[in-house]
């Protein structure tokens, strides 16, 4: 009879401590963290040539890039130096000569459109692209350029300094 009050008497304790502790947790969900700076590819069918429409880009499920496969951004130059994640990431992309369409967005929200545009292509193109042919791990830097095969190409104006893209960068602690 002792042994069962004993018995009832710790397992009452345990029922209280542990109904308490559940009351004192917060019923709020932890929230989700933001996004913040990433490179999403769009959907396949759109072309380089068809990315004025940025409401219209369908990007991928999830970013290729995000801030965990940067090591730093340089903010003078617009270069990006990838950990070995993001240059494999990059490296896996097949590039036709063409180019593959892309978007800068920040907490998922399109910042600008660009182009993967490999260096061995003799198409030009007016918009913002980035060249990951050149990259090797032991520097896996590539820039963030106007226009191909120079900047002359280029036309519009310049969107790669948006201070939404510098502030997630900041926050990140990526911007050099």
Not at 27 to 35: G, I, N, Q
Not at 110 to 119: E, Q, S, T
Request: hydrophobic share 40%; net charge negative.
């Amino acid at each position: 009879m002792i042994r069962q009050r004993a018995l009832i008497t710790v397992l009452t304790a345990a029922m209280l401590v542990t109904g308490c502790d559940a009351c004192t947790r917060s019923s709020t969900p932890t929230p989700e963290p933001t996004e913040g700076f990433a490179i999403y590819l769009t959907d396949p069918e759109i072309r380089p040539e068809n990315l004025v429409m940025q409401s219209h880009l369908g990007l991928a499920e999830q970013p290729l890039i995000t801030e965990a496969d940067l090591v730093q951004y340089d903010w003078a130059k617009h270069e990006l130096t990838f950990a070995v994640s993001g240059y494999e990431k990059l490296h896996a992309i097949k590039l036709p000569t063409s180019g593959v369409s892309f978007v800068v967005c920040v907490s998922k929200s399109p910042v600008y459109a660009g182009a993967f545009w490999p260096a061995y292509s003799s198409q030009s193109w007016d918009g913002i692209i980035i060249d990951p042919i050149l990259m090797t791990l032991d520097r896996p830097v590539a820039r963030i350029e106007l226009g191909y095969p120079g900047s002359s190409f280029y036309q519009g104006s310049d969107p790669r300094g948006d201070e939404r893209i510098k502030a997630a960068l900041e926050k990140a602690g990526k911007l050099k």
